[in-house]
């Protein structure tokens, strides 16, 4: 079982730190249940978050939230390819079955957050201010699917923001089903 730490330096409830400080304090864990053993994959990731098994098993595809990117880790090595940098943060992500995957896109990329980037000490005074101080994620919704290599094959958008924050995407059949960080339902639409 693979699965994500985002962050061995704050708790998932301060996630917009993580953003905010943008170093790489995530990792990949294997949990073997029949050796009742974690083991490490990788280290050293940007946030982190979705994770999903290659059909051939050889890689995971990760998605790393605050870099904005879809990686490749290999297994075994744990070794790190970048397949696409992303116009938006990613979060969770699901195999479709068929050798594709959907990505949930948080919001898209902040201007003002991208900017700091350069400033790492900026961006530690940034994050600790009260969370309403600090720069807010869009309420574009948008979901992309991807192949095995990264390729984006489809992207859904609702620029209307009427579900912002889309942090699970999961088809069944002809539906895709949403999940958000804020909304208190799901969300789906057709495929067709």
């Not at 409830?13 to 990792?27: A, I």
């Not at 400033?119 to 600790?128: C, D, I, L, M, N």
């Not at 807010?136 to 290599?149: E, F, L, M, R, W």
Request: aromatic share 8%; proline share 9%; net charge positive.
């Amino acid at each position: 079982m693979f699965f994500s730490d985002s962050s061995n330096r704050f708790p998932l409830s301060h996630w917009r730190r993580d953003l905010l400080e943008h170093r790489p304090n995530g990792r990949i864990l294997a949990y073997s249940p029949s050796a009742g053993a974690t083991t490490e994959v990788a280290t050293g990731l940007f946030f982190p978050n979705g994770v999903a098994l290659t059909p051939d098993g050889s890689a995971l595809l990760v998605c790393e939230t605050v870099a904005h990117r879809l990686t490749r880790i290999a297994l075994p090595s744990g070794a790190a390819t970048v397949l696409a940098d992303l116009p938006a943060y990613p979060d969770n992500m699901s195999s479709v079955g068929d050798g594709t995957f959907w990505i949930a896109l948080a919001s898209p990329r902040v201007p003002i957050a991208e900017r700091l980037l350069p400033h790492p000490r900026v961006r530690t005074v940034v994050a600790a201010l009260p969370t309403w101080m600090q720069p807010q994620p869009g309420k574009h919704t948008i979901a992309a699917q991807v192949d095995a290599d990264g390729t984006v094959l489809r992207t859904l958008h609702s620029p209307a923001g009427r579900y912002p924050m889309l942090t699970g995407v999961r088809q069944s059949g002809d539906t895709l089903w949403f999940g958000s960080l804020t909304e208190r339902s799901l969300a789906h639409v057709p495929l067709n």
